[in-house]
């Protein structure tokens, strides 16, 4: 039932979609200097690439693409907890989350 209510909605749809989530998060990259905030943009790009996954396995009719799916989101949510340690570290020492600080850290 599911899957053939996904075939019914257009593949170009689910490109467009992933596209526009795609770009916010390039433009949230580019242009934000909270680290906090770019790394939600980075998920966001990734996200986007997971829908264009299971939209194609859908459409294919296979369940790879999700099954790669589930993995992806198991190493970004690894990547995040790694990423929310290092901006607690950054804070602790700085007081701040501004991204321009980092080169001032020194090892």
């Known amino acids: 039932m599911t899957n ?3 075939q019914n909605v257009p593949i170009d749809n689910f490109i467009y979609l992933a596209a526009l989530l ?6 949230g990259v580019l242009v934000r200097r909270n680290a906090i905030i770019i790394l939600g943009c980075i998920e966001l ?12 396995s859908a459409y294919k009719g296979d369940a790879d693409g999700q099954i790669l ?6 190493v970004a949510a690894a990547e995040v907890a790694v990423g929310l340690a ?8 700085t007081r701040s989350v501004d991204v321009s600080l980092f080169n001032r850290l020194k090892g």
């Open 69 to 74: 799916v589930f993995f992806i989101m198991v």
């Open 22 to 27: 795609f770009c916010i998060g390039i433009t």
């Open 4 to 6: 053939s209510l996904i």
């Open 86 to 93: 290092i901006l607690t570290m950054l804070y602790r020492n």
């Open 45 to 56: 790009m990734l996200n986007s690439v997971n829908l264009l996954l299971a939209a194609f």
